[in-house]
T-cell receptor, first 117, second 113 residues
C-alpha cells in the first residue's frame, strides 16, 4: 500500500474521444509523474509535475497533457484518443530535490487501465 | 541514447531454486539503478535501489542486486524462490535531476511447485 490512489481503475473509450485520469499523491509528496505501460512493455515516462508546473516530459505528443493541483493531486488528460493509447497509466508520487539520490523514491499507484476501441 | 535492457522475457524456476534476473544499462554516466516488481493488476513496488557505495545491495523480500560497472549490469538475485515471487520484474535507471525513470521491458517470472 503506497498511499497513491488512481481513478478510475478501468475505462473504455472510442477513438477520437478524450479521457481524464486522476491521481492522489502520498501525503507529504510534492511531485507527481505519469507513466504509460503498454501490454508486455515497461513503463514509459510521460511527464512530471512539481509545484503545479510541468518540469519534465518524455516523448509524447501535446495531446497528452496534465495538471497538478495545490494539494499535489494530479490529472492526466489525453485528447483525440488513438488505438495505441490503450495501456495501463501509472501515477507515481515523490519528493523532488535538486538531484542526487535523495531525489524521490517513486511510489506508484495501481494504475488506470484504458482501452480504446 | 539512455536505455535499460532486460535480456530475458520469461524465466521459469522451481520453488526453492536460486534466481538471477539480468539487467544492463546504457548511460553517459553511472545512473541510479532500481528493481521493481509488479504483480498482476497491481502497481510497481520497489525492491531495492543502488546509488553509490557498496555494490551489493540488499532489498525487501530476500532480494539482492549487484552493480558491476565494468559490465554495465545490475542483476537481481534471490537464493531461494518462493511461489509468491511469481510476478513481473522491471529494472530501471535514473540520471540526476528530475525523477524520470527509464525502464527495461521486464522479465516475467514463473515459479513451479
Amino acid at each position: 500500500e503506497t498511499g497513491v490512489t488512481q481513478s478510475p481503475t478501468h475505462l473504455i473509450k472510442t477513438r477520437g474521444q478524450q479521457v481524464t485520469l486522476r491521481c492522489s499523491s502520498q501525503s507529504g509528496h510534492n511531485t507527481v509523474s505519469w507513466y504509460q505501460q503498454a501490454l508486455g512493455q515497461g513503463p514509459q515516462f510521460i511527464f512530471q509535475y512539481y509545484r503545479e508546473e510541468e518540469n519534465g516530459r518524455g516523448n509524447f505528443p501535446p495531446r497528452f497533457s496534465g495538471l497538478q493541483f495545490p494539494n499535489y493531486s494530479s490529472e492526466l488528460n489525453v485528447n483525440a484518443l488513438e488505438l495505441d493509447d490503450s495501456a495501463l497509466y501509472l501515477c507515481a508520487s515523490s519528493t523532488l530535490t535538486s538531484g542526487g539520490p535523495g531525489g524521490g523514491e517513486l511510489f506508484f499507484g495501481e494504475g488506470s487501465r484504458l482501452t480504446v476501441l | 541514447a539512455q536505455s535499460v535492457t532486460q535480456p530475458d522475457i520469461h524465466i521459469t524456476v522451481s520453488e526453492g531454486a536460486s534466481l538471477e534476473l539480468r539487467c544492463n544499462y546504457s548511460y553517459g554516466a553511472t545512473p541510479y539503478l532500481f528493481w521493481y516488481v509488479q504483480s498482476p493488476g497491481q502497481g510497481l513496488q520497489l525492491l531495492l535501489k543502488y546509488f553509490s557505495g557498496d555494490t551489493l545491495v540488499q532489498g525487501i523480500k530476500g532480494f539482492e542486486a549487484e552493480f558491476k560497472r565494468s559490465q554495465s549490469s545490475f542483476n537481481l538475485r534471490k537464493p531461494s524462490v518462493h511461489w509468491s515471487d511469481a510476478a513481473e520484474y522491471f529494472c530501471a535507471a535514473r540520471g540526476g535531476g528530475y525523477n524520470k525513470l527509464i525502464f527495461g521491458a521486464g522479465t516475467r517470472l514463473a515459479v513451479h511447485p
